[in-house]
């Protein structure tokens, strides 16, 4: 059974930065594109970024490039993003998520719970 637990979350400042951290288990990590998403109140989920199963390619929701910053370790089946220059519109439940496939074609098949960050003016 694979799992995704996020964790990093947190109540930060305008322009502060935050790391999130994702742990996968079950399955094999190594081989599956990852990706972050995120939801605030009353509005759909968003992509935020998408990375390979090698670390690469990486994509980027157009609004959030130079901002964010997706990256993992295969060997720690870990996932990671990193948000710089934050903004009080980052505001909302975080969510990572495992791709069917290397690259991150079509939808994840499986999401983690989600980890709050917060943004305050």
């Known amino acids: 059974q694979v799992q995704l637990v996020e964790s990093g979350g947190g109540l930060v400042q305008a322009g502060d930065s935050l790391s999130l951290s994702c742990a996968v288990s079950g399955g094999i990590f190594s081989v599956y594109a990852m990706g972050w998403f995120r939801q605030a109140p009353g509005k759909e989920r968003e992509f935020v970024a998408r990375?390979?199963?090698?670390?690469?390619?990486?994509y980027y929701a157009d609004s959030l490039k130079g901002r964010f910053t997706i990256a993992r370790q295969n060997a720690k089946n870990t996932v990671y993003l990193q948000m710089n220059s934050l903004k009080p519109e980052d505001s909302a439940v975080y969510y990572c998520?495992?791709?069917?496939?290397?690259?991150?074609?079509?939808?994840?098949?499986?999401w983690g719970q989600g980890t709050q960050v917060t943004v305050s003016s």
């Open positions: 998520a495992r791709y069917k496939d290397a690259n991150g074609v079509g939808s994840p098949e499986y």
């Open positions: 990375i390979g199963w090698r670390g690469s390619p990486t």
